[in-house]
């Protein structure tokens, strides 16, 4: 089965919920292609956990190993992200205590952040400040606020912007949440 579904750069926890959520209702998790089409294999009912990780290296082996090492299944990679999946029964009294994800501290989750800030915001960033910021004002000058071409930049450029509030929010809620401080 064939599922669409769309989910943003900073959403991979709801990624992972869904998929979980999908597994206890007999579908197992086997792949995704772009954009947002996932693929699902009819199996029994189980709980299992997922979890998304973002390292453009996902395939390389010894990043594999590391997470099988842990007893996380690896699934597959898509633009960056790193789909594995454990059985709730196999999670350990650290991940069991409501968490359940596959980094062990707290640098580990926030460098996954940076790493996610590097590869997919930063180009998004470039993008926006290269055409949609520039072109949006040439467009509501030339052919005024109902025009359609202007339209399509006013969403672009609030679809961007929604994006980066994200991932901001994101952040600076993790950020408060840190173990110590880093001034």
Known sequence: MTKLNFFTIVQYEEEAV?????????????????????HFEKCEPQDFVYQLDYNKD?????????FEDCGWEYITDCMGYSYFRKPAEALTSSEADGTNEIFCDYESRLDMLRRIFRGRMLPLFVIFFCTIATQLPMSIIRRGLSNSVTIMWIVLALLYLWIFASYTKKY???????????R
């Open 172 to 182: 600076i809620s993790f950020r408060s949440y840190q173990p110590y401080s880093f």
């Open 18 to 38: 869904w998929l979980r959520k999908m597994q206890k209702q007999g579908w197992k998790f086997s792949g995704v292609t772009m954009p947002f089409f996932y």
């Open 58 to 66: 996902g395939s390389n082996p010894e990043y594999v190993k590391m």
